[in-house]
Nanobody, 115 residues
Framework: QVQLVESGGGLVQAGGSLRLSCAAS????????MGWYRQAPGKQRELVAI???????NYADSVKGRFTISRDNAKNTVYLQMNSLKPEDTGIYYC?????????WGQGTQVTVSS
């Protein structure tokens, strides 16, 4: 069982930056897929960025060039650096870990971007 705890959310003005962190209770491995998702009010949860085996990262088109996902396996932590934030980036951001057939989610952290 892996527990994920997100932190780093908050209120920021448009154009600002935030760095989200997701700490895992146990070790994370290079083969684990780790990603960030978000859910805006009244909308479905959507993929923001994902880091998969081999160091490949994929991003939603809406965040390409502004967000960067990174991971530190030694610290059991994955990060999401968010720059040039827009009001439409507002939502609850969730961390997800996929290990084989097992999927783990964090509780989420709120990000609010004011215009």
């Amino acid at each position: 069982q892996v527990q994920l705890v997100e932190s780093g959310g908050g209120l920021v003005q448009a154009g600002g930056s935030l760095r989200l962190s997701c700490a895992a209770s146990g070790s994370i491995f290079s083969n684990d897929a780790m990603g960030w998702y978000r859910q805006a009010p009244g909308k479905q949860r959507e993929l923001v960025a994902i880091s998969i085996s081999g160091g490949t990262a994929n991003y939603a088109d809406s965040v390409k060039g502004r967000f960067t996902i990174s991971r530190d396996n030694a610290k059991n932590t994955v990060y999401l650096q968010m720059n040039s934030l827009k009001p439409e980036d507002t939502g609850i951001y969730y961390c997800k870990l996929v290990r084989g057939i097992y999927v783990y989610w964090g509780q989420g952290t709120q990000v609010t971007v004011s215009s």
